[in-house]
């Protein structure tokens, strides 16, 4: 079971994806966002499923959105795979590193991807996204933390690393936050349809592979991540919470950064797969 918003920017439809079918999910919510999901409404997806409550559709070509509508905050965790933290010449963080991206940067996970005037250092970020179901506020321990989670899916921390490093005054905002630097998608897959343990995650610059790892080498694990940002600020249900890219990224300096026309795609186990168009902002 896959949670999926089809349609145009804006005006997005509910579905879910059993198998080969598609279900308009209209009948149970007006969409997926963090009200549905504190609604206990993957729960509620599943019943009427079960039901057989839902009617069948053809989603075929049809455009896919962000999996999630409306999130008030993307939290973000920088070098949390060994590799990675390895390869930017940093050494591994004694305690996760965080900062945020704007809402706004969220695009669908096949939309075009736009270069920001004057950049010269483009980059692309496989993640594993998390997405709260719950709010979430002092929890006593990892353990404690995986059921305020909704489920998974795949985010593009694409990032300009000129303004990231060089522009933004020792924090990261600056190459974070330009507009469609966070493809989402392509579904919402359930937390206990997915395990976040050791899913293989890759990525791909016109078809050549760049990142291929797992996310058995995150530093900080899923749990760890929820529990942590908990104890420092309330996680409200629909917020992502991008957990780390690993190694194989055009900072490492041994690729080229994104031009106009580049295709990147990442994929994830269990999820999917995403494919961005970059072009030059107009």
């Known amino acids: 079971m896959k949670l999926q918003r089809i349609g145009a920017p804006g005006a997005e439809r509910p579905v879910v994806v059993d198998g080969d079918r598609a279900y308009d999910l209209r009948p149970v919510t007006a969409d997926i966002d963090g009200a549905f999901l504190a609604a206990d409404g993957i729960a509620t997806i599943a019943m009427a499923l079960a039901a057989d409550r839902l009617t069948q559709i053809d989603i075929t070509g049809q455009r896919v959105g962000p999996p999630v509508a409306r999130p008030q905050a993307i939290w973000c965790v920088g070098l949390n795979y060994a590799a990675h933290a390895k390869e930017s010449g940093a050494p591994l963080p004694d305690a996760p590193v ?7 940067t969220i695009v669908g996970p096949d939309d075009d991807v736009l270069i920001p005037r004057r950049s010269t250092r483009t980059d692309w970020e496989v993640e594993l996204a998390v997405v709260i ?21 795949i985010s593009n921390d694409v990032s300009e690393r000129e303004f990231q490093l060089e522009h933004s005054g020792g924090q990261w ?15 919402l897959v359930p937390r206990d349809r997915l395990d976040p343990t050791d899913l ?8 050549e592979p760049r990142q291929d790892s797992t996310t058995a080498d995150l530093i900080f694990d899923v749990a760890h991540l929820v529990w ?17 890219t690993p190694e ?18 990442l994929e994830i186990e269990g999820i999917g797969r995403t494919r961005n168009v970059f072009r030059a902002a107009p």
């Open 248 to 265: 194989g990224v055009a900072l490492s300096g041994r690729y080229p950064y994104l031009r106009p026309g580049d295709v990147v795609e």
């Open 228 to 244: 942590h940002l908990s104890q420092y600020a309330v996680l409200e249900p629909g917020d992502i919470i991008n957990t780390g």
């Open 133 to 153: 179901g719950a709010r979430a506020r002092y929890l006593e321990s990892p353990a404690e933390a995986m059921k305020y989670i909704a489920g998974y899916t």
């Open 98 to 104: 965080i900062f945020f991206k704007t809402p706004n």
């Open 173 to 187: 905002s600056k190459g974070k936050c330009c507009e469609t630097f966070n493809p989402l998608g392509p579904a």
């Open 200 to 207: 293989r995650l890759r990525s791909y610059v016109n078809g």
